[in-house]
């Protein structure tokens, strides 16, 4: 997938409006499923059909869309809009049960499996099965659902790209060497295989306990035939996420660590030439005008112990943040060009039920949330462009 | 309470919040208060990339310990407050290296005379199957690496910078899980090893963090609850990061308050000012809400650590941040004496 051309000036209102899947990824904390249900929100408010599916949203979020109970189904959320918004909250286990259930021969095969300790144990518990969950599940709903738009809020991850690999991997890892080794013994190879995999099952039966060895190998005996199966399924998540159809939007906040991560994360997208279609800052700090920050704690300190001071203060010290905060994004906005960048002010509210969260939504798709003009992205370090939703 | 006898309260000091509170400022700023105090302090990253180097301005971290605070440097008066009668404290020090499961892995298995096995299992690519087949495996290793520093008295403090909060819940829970699944072996061994070490307040706390925020604040109050119900360890006091410090001033309107100081305002600076007056009030009033709410749901006393206007933390404002948990323990209550 190469990147849009520049001449179309893009906002998110525009990446959204052109897609048919959005995923939303980022490091944990910055508010990237409140953003995912947003920009679905958004899309029902403009009349699509559009489903989010989360991944452990905070408690009120989940109120606010009336997640409360839900199964890994989607579930219809009732709002003033004309279009329809659906959400789910994603259910890692029974995702990969009716997987195995898609992909075994016959229902004592999926049973087998089911049952099983190990796969218990995978189900709940590899590292990348909530990845590949969340991947397949909005595989599931945007090929097979009656959907317009899906967005995906991704699990939080510290290996940003796990995401993207988890198909792979864990489709990889249902064919690992080490369990073909143990399992030769049933298909008749040599002895001398058959002596070195005795030996070393014998060796790891010594750290971990035999039971557990036992449960492995009962699991890919049962698993046999059906990674077929499962790679192929991998393979379409894969080409579905590069479909141009399907928007990255790249979610953080503007403190030095999560733009770091983001920086990461779009360059790591940008290997996969996979382009980053938005940039959303959460909680941005209001800078209230376009003075600098050293001129008002000059104030601030000539008049300390006044009350005027302590306004200085407060103004200064605001504008000090904002400057550190527009420093780091100009970086970043220069990484994932020509892609919009979005910059939301920290908001005196949380989404604690629909109006708020249409609140949030006006501030997101507000065009003067747009921070990409020449002061973003310049080198020049012009005036501060003040994030949108400053309450004044 | 007096800071020294608060670090030494146990030999290990678990620090866990979700993310995006500032877990890692505050494992690095309590690493630094404990040092500036004379401890003897080693900082344990679990998850490999953290931005804990950055604000000590060193290299990234490895499975070597790195010195980041050199044993024996001053400790450098923060603030105006530093008194001229008081001899120079001394720092204990502070190092800082990664435990991550594989590191572990093959360290155990080495120091369990097992290095052939631990050789094969590591070029198989053994060590993601077997944590597959043994929940929880990685974090007992993790665990028992670092139950190893602590029992070879190298420190008097190690610090752990624990996974994000969702996940503290389990990598915390692993040993008694394996306990049970595990029933023989090594592993049991090491899983029994660890559940002592969370099990004895004299040995092992976990500190919460969060920020003065709602959805923090649940997650926190729900993690502090499980914490103790589910793995049984000792909570130590609650540290709340970015508390906004209160201004007197802030509800004055600012032409009066400019008459007052016989300053005359530019053109548009009253606006700027009480609009930022404003949004800081707004939210200064929120993060007390929450603070209040917290003290009643949850029995813990809290540390409280400025807001710092800055979006990178480098050893000044860790000072800043250490100082302030100083002060903090100072204010705790004493711990009551042994029955």
Redesign the interface.
């Known amino acids: 997938m190469s990147r849009r051309p520049t001449d179309v000036d893009e906002s998110l209102e525009s990446v959204v409006a052109t897609s048919d899947v959005v995923i939303c990824c980022g490091?944990?904390?910055?508010g990237k499923t409140t953003t995912a249900a947003v920009i679905a929100m958004h899309a029902a408010q403009q009349g699509r059909r559009a489903v989010v599916v989360t991944i452990?949203p905070?408690?009120?979020l989940a109120d606010a869309l009336g997640l409360d109970g839900l199964t890994n189904e989607p579930a219809l959320v009732e709002g003033p809009w004309p279009g329809e918004m659906w959400a789910m909250m994603l259910d890692t286990k029974s995702t990969f049960d009716d997987l195995v259930r898609r992909y075994s021969a016959d229902d004592d095969q999926a049973d087998q499996i089911l049952s099983n300790s190990?796969y218990l144990?995978?189900s709940?518990?590899?590292?990348g099965t909530q990845e590949y969950m969340a991947s397949e599940k909005l595989y599931e709903l945007a090929v097979e659902g009656d959907f317009d738009l899906v967005v995906v809020d991704t699990p939080?991850t510290?290996n940003a790209l796990d995401f993207l690999e988890a198909p792979q991997r864990l489709a990889k890892?249902l064919d690992?060497?080490?369990?073909r080794v143990l399992t030769t013994p049933n298909r008749g190879i040599v002895k001398a295989v058959n002596v070195a995999a005795q030996t070393?099952m014998r060796?790891?039966a010594?750290?971990?306990?035999a039971d557990?060895?036992g449960?492995?190998i009962a699991f890919f005996g049962a698993f046999d035939g059906m990674e077929k199966g499962f790679a192929e399924r991998a393979t379409e998540v894969d080409r579905l996420l590069s479909e141009q159809s399907t928007a990255f939007v790249l979610v953080a906040?503007?403190?030095?660590?999560?733009?770091?991560e983001a920086t990461y994360f779009a360059g790591e997208l940008a290997r996969l030439d996979i382009a980053v279609r938005a940039l959303v800052v959460n909680r941005m700090q209001?800078s209230?005008?376009e003075?600098t920050s050293v001129g008002a704690r000059l104030r601030a300190e000539a008049?300390e112990g006044?009350?005027?001071?302590?306004?200085?203060?407060?103004?200064a010290?605001?504008r000090?943040?904002a400057e550190?905060?527009h420093?780091?994004l100009r970086g970043l906005a220069d990484d994932v060009a020509p892609a919009p960048v979005v910059g939301v002010a920290?908001q005196?509210f949380?989404v604690s039920d629909l109006d708020t969260l249409m609140q949030l939504g006006e501030v997101l798709f507000d065009p003067v949330s747009l921070l990409t003009s020449d002061t973003e992205r310049g080198s020049d370090g012009g005036p501060a462009v003040e994030p949108a939703g400053?309450?004044? | 309470m007096d800071p020294e006898q608060f670090f030494t309260a146990s030999g290990v000091i678990i620090v866990a919040g979700k993310g995006g509170v500032g877990k890692t400022a505050v494992t690095a700023a309590l690493a630094v208060a404990a040092s500036s105090v004379g401890c003897r302090t080693l900082i344990v990253e679990v998850e490999g990339k953290s931005g804990l180097a950055a604000m000590f301005d060193s290299e990234q971290l490895s499975f070597d310990e790195l010195v980041l605070v050199e044993p024996g440097s001053p400790v450098e008066p923060v603030g105006l407050q530093g008194s001229e009668q008081e001899p120079v404290q001394m720092h204990g020090g502070v190092s800082a290296r990664t435990v991550t499961p594989d590191e572990a892995l093959v360290e155990y298995l080495r120091a369990h005379g097992m290095q052939r096995i631990s050789n094969r299992l590591v070029s198989l690519g053994a060590v993601e199957l077997i944590s597959t087949a043994v929940p929880g495996i990685r974090d007992i290793l993790v665990l028992g690496a670092v139950k190893a520093v602590e029992r070879s008295g190298s420190y008097d403090l190690i610090v752990l910078d624990a996974p994000a909060a969702g996940h503290a819940i389990s990598f915390l829970r692993s040993a008694s899980g394996l306990v049970d699944a595990v029933k023989v072996g090594p592993i049991h061994a090491q899983a029994k090893e660890v559940l002592d070490l969370l099990h004895d307040p004299t040995r092992c706390r976990v500190v919460l963090v969060t920020a003065p925020e709602e959805t923090p604040v649940n997650e926190l109050i729900e993690t502090a609850y499980s914490l103790e119900d589910e793995v049984g360890v000792a909570l130590g006091p609650v540290v709340v990061n970015g508390v906004l410090e209160s201004l007197a001033g802030l509800g004055s309107e600012p032409q009066v308050a400019a008459r007052d100081a016989g300053v005359q305002l530019l053109e548009g600076e009253a606006e700027m000012l009480r609009a930022a007056a404003e949004f800081r009030a707004v939210r200064t009033e929120l993060q007390l809400t929450q603070l209040d709410r917290m003290a009643q749901d949850l029995p813990l006393p809290q540390l409280h650590l400025p807001y710092l206007f800055v979006t990178d933390l480098s050893r000044p404002e860790l000072n800043t941040l250490a100082e302030s948990l100083l002060d903090g323990v100072r204010g705790l209550p004493e711990p009551r004496p042994a029955p």
């Not at chain 1, 490091?27 to 910055?30: K, T």
């Open positions: 490091s944990g904390g910055v452990d905070a408690r009120r190990f144990n995978i709940g518990s590899l590292s939080p510290r890892f690992h060497r080490l369990y070393l060796s790891i010594k750290v971990v306990g557990v060895i449960d492995a906040s503007p403190h030095s660590d999560t733009m770091a209001p209230f005008g003075g008049l006044t009350e005027l001071g302590d306004l200085y203060r407060s103004l010290e605001s000090l943040l550190g905060e420093q780091h920290v005196p949380e400053d309450p004044r």
